[in-house]
């Protein structure tokens, strides 16, 4: 596997860490119980990583040195390309066709790695976009920036070159199809999973689990919580339930004493939702005695911030899949989600959670409403949501993720015994 621009090693929740560090981890973790074994190539971002780590038993994350370790945005990462690709071909394992059966790439600057790293080792290259600039670009948030052309071309290339597609959702996979050309039959829908075994209700049940995880975080028990789980970035519009909840108390103001907002995440990139950003807002919206800032935390105690919380809110520009709201859900947490991406396939409108068209803080507040009126309706949303994200275990990603490998394979293998039996018959090859 590649993943340039961010490390499996990293903690989630904050920078260009998130959704795609813990799907790398995951899929290869179960891939690795199903006998593929898997080594992943990032990016050095320290002279202190060892040139190789082992992640879990069949897992290797393996260190490239690309461009300083330190302080090198994203948007700088094309021009490391060339070096991270030398890395990955002059390691012991580069260097010896045969080690490897398969390139899987993450993201578009994988994928161009990928391409060269696939092609020198005669094996296929199967591909995640995770993210696609055209959907980002027609999706974005106030005073957001726009994903450049140059990365629009290179995701076109990247879908070119590759011999299959990974998609989280059918609209994904639309949406390669319509907006970047890809060959439909290339492209395969595997919906991204959950660690079921730590993202789950208390063995007690929703509400004593709930009761548990509130006096371990210090939360009050009669309250009312909205969370937010993420990157502190303009995509993902904390901003939105911000002035949700400004919204709620405004009409309902005895609600005040009885609800508590925490965000936990960190700064990615720049705009108008970094934390300072969002602290300001809270106050300008004076509502900074209700909301609490908390930076990433492990997934052990995610988990508790889940089960902790009323409802989590994702009120998001953009989103591939959405990771939180599935972990939410499984955790016996309903969700309030923007209709966009991934998440009507996340979230079971009006039965897991509920979904909203638009991002008019209003129809948020709505929403909230729902929650802070109706606890019955929240109690049976809350065990629908735990049943709704029981479908999504990695163990099932893993195995139709092998199955898009062995596709790969056969179809590479099949090209492979056409281009022989043309060369020995004379004939020229068809397009
Ligand atoms: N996450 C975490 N700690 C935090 C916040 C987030 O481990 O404090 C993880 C979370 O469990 C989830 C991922 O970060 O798996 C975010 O994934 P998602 O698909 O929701 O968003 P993305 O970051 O891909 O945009």
Not at 140 to 153: C, K
Not at 245 to 254: D, G, I, S, Y
Not at 380 to 391: C, G, I, L, T
Request: hydrophobic letters at 45%; aromatic letters at 6%; charged letters at 20%.
């Amino acid at each position: 596997m590649l993943s340039v621009h961010t490390s499996p090693l990293h903690q989630p929740g904050t920078g260009d860490a998130g959704g795609m560090n813990v799907y790398v981890v995951e899929l290869a973790r179960r891939l690795a119980a199903i006998d593929i074994e898997v080594e992943i190539f990032t990016r050095a971002t320290s002279a202190a990583l060892p040139p190789s780590v082992e992640l879990a038993p069949g897992v290797l994350v393996r260190h490239v040195d690309a461009g300083p370790y330190e302080g090198l945005a994203k948007e700088d990462l094309p021009a490391q390309l060339c070096a991270f690709a030398h890395g990955v071909t002059q390691t012991w394992a580069g260097q010896h066709p045969g080690h490897y059966d398969l390139v899987h790439s993450h993201y578009w600057l994988s994928g161009h790695v990928g391409r060269l790293a696939a092609g020198r080792w005669g094996v296929p290259l199967v591909h995640a976009m995770h993210t696609m600039a055209k959907v980002k670009n027609a999706n974005l948030a106030d005073g957001d920036t726009p994903e450049p052309p140059a990365r629009v071309l290179g995701e076109t290339q990247v879908v070119r070159a590759a011999d299959r597609l990974i998609a989280n959702t059918e609209k994904e996979a639309d949406e390669l199809v319509r907006h970047y050309d890809a060959d439909t039959g290339h492209v395969a829908v595997v919906h991204p999973g959950v660690d079921l075994e730590r993202f789950r209700p208390d063995a007690r049940g929703v509400q004593a689990g709930r009761a548990a995880a509130r006096s371990r975080l210090g939360l009050p028990q009669d309250a009312l919580i909205p969370l937010f789980v993420g990157r502190i970035q303009p995509l993902k519009a904390p901003d939105v339930m911000l002035r949700a909840v400004a919204r709620l108390l405004e009409q309902r103001p005895w609600l005040r004493e009885r609800l508590v907002a925490p965000v936990v995440g960190g700064p990615s990139g720049s705009g108008l939702a970094e934390p300072e950003g969002l602290q300001k807002l809270a106050a300008r919206l004076g509502i900074s005695d209700v909301v609490l800032f908390r930076p990433p935390v492990g997934q052990e105690r995610l988990a508790d911030w889940y089960r902790a919380a009323s409802v989590l809110v994702m009120p998001s520009h953009s989103e591939s899949f959405g990771l939180v709201a599935v972990e939410a859900q499984a955790c016996g947490t309903p969700v309030i989600a923007a209709q966009v991406g991934g998440l009507p396939v996340a979230v079971r409108d009006g039965v897991s959670g509920v979904l909203v068209p638009g991002h008019d803080p209003a129809d948020y507040a709505r929403a909230l409403y729902g929650f802070a009126d109706d606890p019955e309706r929240s109690a049976r949303m809350s065990e629908a949501a735990v049943r709704h994200a029981r479908s999504f275990g990695w163990d099932t990603a893993a195995a139709a993720t092998a199955d898009v490998y062995s596709a790969a394979l056969s179809h590479a293998r099949a090209a492979t015994w056409q281009r022989r039996a043309n060369r020995s018959t004379g004939r020229r090859p068809s397009a």
